[in-house]
Antibody, heavy 122, light 107 residues
Framework: EVQLLESGGGLVQPGGSLRLSCAAS????????MNWVRQAPGKGLEWVST????????YCADSVKGRFTVSRDNSKNTLYLQMNSLRAEDTAVYYC???????????????WGQGTMVTVSS | EIVLTQSPATLSLSPGERVTLSCRAS??????LAWYQQKPGQAPRLLIY???NRATGIPARFSGSGSGTDFTLTISSLDPEDFAVYYC?????????FGQGTRLEIK
């Protein structure tokens, strides 16, 4: 069974940092692109970042560029999101999501974790 | 950035009814459009990918169509479990973008 389990969320002050993790199981992690998507309270979905299967290529939304960094450790089946210089508008549930196919880089997201809440507030 | 506009924002319908949700892109996304369902307190679930392909385990009452800039998600006969928020998403161009969502409510 495919499982994605996020962790690392919490309350942080503006300007602070957090690192989110997403532990994957039930599939060959190293062959799929992975993604982060966030959802502010009561709002819609916002794509945050994508990383290729081998980690060589990454894309980030303009809203987080220069502040957030996506990475992965295929030996640990884990995806990461390093978040620096956090702002109040980064407050959201952060989901990790698996690309649907090994043959496309920006696939639809066929499996999602349960999400981890990040609150940026003083 | 490709903007996806979903309509209507909210729909109130009864179980058993047929419903069609719309998603319009600000420029062509070819067939690189997906649909997701999200229930309160849950993660989104992939329903349709590449405009018309049902994801694994998705009931046949869900169907998608369209290409270019205009897309639809049709639910042929609403089940009580289908009342949720639906989002479209394009993967044609970076950044990946989502529509603002359509809320499907029980009438």
């Amino acid at each position: 069974e495919v499982q994605l389990l996020e962790s690392g969320g919490g309350l942080v002050q503006p300007g602070g940092s957090l690192r989110l993790s997403c532990a994957a199981s039930g599939f060959t992690f190293s062959t799929y692109a992975m993604n982060w998507v966030r959802q502010a309270p009561g709002k819609g979905l916002e794509w945050v970042s994508t990383i290729s299967a081998n980690g060589d290529s990454t894309y980030c939304a303009d809203s987080v560029k220069g502040r957030f960094t996506v990475s992965r450790d295929n030996s640990k089946n884990t995806l990461y999101l390093q978040m620096n210089s956090l702002r109040a508008e980064d407050t959201a549930v952060y989901y990790c999501a698996k690309g649907r196919s090994t043959s496309c880089y920006s696939c639809a997201f066929d499996m999602w974790g349960q999400g981890t809440m990040v609150t940026v507030s003083s | 950035e490709i903007v996806l506009t979903q309509s209507p924002a909210t729909l109130s319908l009864s179980p058993g009814e047929r419903v069609t949700l719309s998603c319009r892109a600000s420029q062509s996304v070819s067939s690189y459009l997906a649909w997701y369902q999200q229930k309160p307190g849950q993660a989104p679930r992939l329903l349709i990918y590449d405009a018309s392909n049902r994801a694994t385990g998705i009931p046949a009452r869900f169907s998608g169509s369209g290409s270019g800039t205009d897309f639809t998600l049709t639910i042929s006969s609403l089940d009580p479990e289908d009342f949720a928020v639906y989002y479209c998403q394009q993967r044609s161009n970076w950044p990946i973008t989502f529509g603002q969502g359509t809320r499907l409510e029980i009438k």
